[in-house]
């Protein structure tokens, strides 16, 4: 439970720095950041996972 909790967050500031504020609450962190509408599409030997504009735009998520 000490190794999740740590886990959690870790991941808290380093995905969600500039997101969501650190402080939040599990649950609100987990709607903004893990808990989002998806489409995962095969071409050409790629995986692409497609989401929606407003989505992409407000987890600010940089294209690398």
Same mark, same amino acid.
């Given at each position: 439970?000490?190794? #999740?909790?740590?886990?959690?967050? #870790? *991941? &808290?500031? $380093?995905?969600? $720095?500039?997101?969501? &504020?650190?402080?939040? *609450? /599990? %649950? ?6 893990? $808990?989002? /509408? #998806? &489409? ?9 996972? &497609?989401?929606? @504009?407003?989505?992409? @735009?407000?987890? %600010?998520?940089?294209?690398?």
């Amino acid at each position: 439970m000490v190794v #999740a909790f740590f886990l959690f967050g #870790a *991941y &808290k500031k $380093d995905v969600g $720095d500039g997101v969501i &504020k650190v402080q939040s *609450y /599990a %649950n609100t962190f987990r709607r903004v950041l893990i $808990d989002f /509408a #998806a &489409k995962i599409v095969h071409k050409g030997r790629e995986i692409i996972m &497609k989401v929606k @504009e407003t989505v992409w @735009e407000s987890i %600010n998520i940089p294209i690398p």
